[in-house]
Every structure is written in C-alpha cells, then in structure tokens.
C-alpha cells in the first residue's frame, strides 16, 4: 500500500474525483468541496484549499481509500467501490501520523467509520447519526399549496433569521452573520423560498450540485407555519424544479434522532441509502 499526501487541489481532484463518483450520491459532500476548490470559488474561511488535508491510499489495482478534511471539519473517507480493506485504513493512519497531520473527528459511512476508530485505536463520541436518501420522482399525490421561488435581495429583511433558526434548530449552534455583504449574498443565493399567498412560509436550498446527482440542505420553516405541510411542499417543488432541469437524482442527509424529517422526506419519495456518522475523537 503507498500512502499519498497532497499539497495541491489538482492533483487530488485529477487522482480521486473519479473514484469518488463511483457512488456520487454517497460522495455528495467530498465531490461538491472538491468541485468547489478545484474552480477556486467561494474560498471565504473553511472553503479554502490551501488548509485542506487530502490524501489517498493506493496499491497495484489504483487507490483503494480517499481522504478529505477541510478543517475544522473532520475528516471524510471514502473506501473504492465501499470495499473496506484493513491495510488501506492502516496505511492511512500511519501516513497522517508521520506527517503529524492531527484528525479530530470523522463524518462518513457508519461501517467504514466504526472500522477507522477501532484500527486507530482512539475512544470517541457519536455526535450525530445520519442517514443519506435519495429521489428520482416526486410522490405525485402530494398537494400542490404554494409556488417556490428564488431567493435575492429584499428577502434579506427575514432570510438571515431564518438562517439563524435552521442553525440553531439543526446543530445546536449561533450561526453568526458574515460582516461583508458580498459574502452574505454569496452564501444565500442558492436558497429557495416556499410561498402561500404571497408570504414567506418556508425554505431550502440546493448547496451543491453535480454531474447528474442534487443535494437538499438548509430546509427549514418558522415556529409560526408548521405543522401545515409547507416543508414538504417546499422540498417537493424544488425537487420537481431541479429534477426537470436535467437531474436525475436528488439527496439529502437527515439526524436519525429527528423522526420527523426522516417520515416527511418519505412521504416525498426519498428512499433510504446508507448510514453515516458523525464523531469526535476524545
């Protein structure tokens, strides 16, 4: 097995994107950083390439395990084909370690996760168990209650609470305003807003997209309108809109402690895919 650290986004890009979209929607994470950086865009704190740790693990047959971490993210894998090998895994530990590269935590494919800690030997917490759907068509019996729009700049009276509630509601955490407003609205223009008779009800946004695969994220709706069907209405168009663009497949990761979300995307015509964890190293 050789290990391979490297200091440079094209590199990386040019050895692991393919391998990477051997399951695209599984990947939808590393391969929308890894589009972002390799373009040079959006390079605003985490985003930035020059901090990212990425490496991969190689042997005669090609690589064998992808590594990337955006710090202060954790650190995302990838094992070819979800084969997990014992020796890759090994490898990696070893190579971060002489080049004394620090990992907090880890964000991946639950079985491939549990393996990493238990080779690495290192005790950790759970923080959060996801799991990732996927949609190819819309449940077509679901109401039709509002019209989906695009969001820009006078929604900014309301957008960046909402924001603000999703991050609170979501991750337990202050989501803090960027100061310059070039980079507020960079962050905000792929939301989409849900309306009922002209008023704001709802959101979600599609935060990254690729070759033929969406993701859904950032989905949330006021205290004041739930329980009225307008986030699986929200979610539903957006997925009608980008479904007829030319996607064939939409996703989303939800918190398995959030029954909720899991039973509306469903109801919309999400299936399940495969489980992932989220953790932090002691």
Known sequence: MT???????????????PIYMIHEAQNMIPLGNLIM??????????????????????????IRLCALMTPPHGLTLYATNNEIDDEAILCLIDGL?????????????????LRFCKLLGVKYTITTELRLYELTEVNKNLPKIGRLRKSNESDMHFLPYWVEGFSSDAWNKAYEVPSELE?????????????VDGTPVSMANSNKRLQTVFSIAGVYT????????????????????????GFTKAVLYTDLSNPTSNKIYMEIGFREVIDSLELKFE
């Open 3 to 17: 290990f391979k650290l490297y200091p440079d986004i094209k590199n990386f890009y040019q050895d692991c994107y």
């Open 37 to 62: 950086g390799y373009k040079g865009e959006d390079k605003f704190e985490w985003r930035d390439p020059v901090n990212w740790i990425m490496a991969s693990v190689s042997d005669q047959n090609g």
């Open 97 to 113: 370690k002489s080049a004394e590269i620090a990992v907090s935590g880890l964000m991946t494919e639950k079985e491939l996760a």
């Open 183 to 195: 980079k507020y609205l960079y962050s905000m223009k792929k939301f989409f807003i849900f309306e």
């Open 222 to 245: 006021p205290i004041y309108f739930r329980k009225k069907g307008y986030a699986t209405a929200c979610v539903a168009e957006l997925c009608r809109l980008l479904l007829n663009d």
